[in-house]
């Protein structure tokens, strides 16, 4: 083998080496990148369940407030304040006719 053979054949064997060093590294680029977006993924998963959860607490303890301002608004005692503050009275029998069918 003459000496630029050699140096030939050197130059090839470092660019094989080179070629399948790039080729691990982009695998392993390919693989880091992957993996953080997976991460980054999950974490916005994470942030948009709790955020939903939250809601729903606010959506609950609104529920409730509502419901109870509604059984509020069924007891008598409020029915009898709000008719007298809107100048209503009791229903008495001259209130009612009396129609006769024959």
């Known amino acids: ?3 630029e053979g050699f140096i030939l ?9 080179v070629i399948k060093y790039s080729i691990l590294l982009f695998t392993m680029i390919i693989f880091v ?3 953080v977006w997976q991460n980054i993924e999950m974490m916005r998963m994470k942030i948009d369940r709790h955020n939903t959860i939250q809601l729903e607490k ?3 303890k609104r529920n409730d407030r509502l419901r109870y301002e509604i ?4 007891r008598l005692d409020y029915i009898i304040d709000y008719a007298e503050r809107n100048s209503m009275r009791m229903i008495t029998p001259e209130d009612f006719e009396t129609i006769v069918i024959k």
């Open 58 to 60: 606010q959506i609950i």
């Open 1 to 3: 083998m003459s000496h």
């Open 9 to 17: 054949y050197l130059s090839l064997r470092r660019l094989e080496v």
């Open 71 to 74: 059984e509020q608004y069924k």
């Open 33 to 35: 990148i992957l993996y």
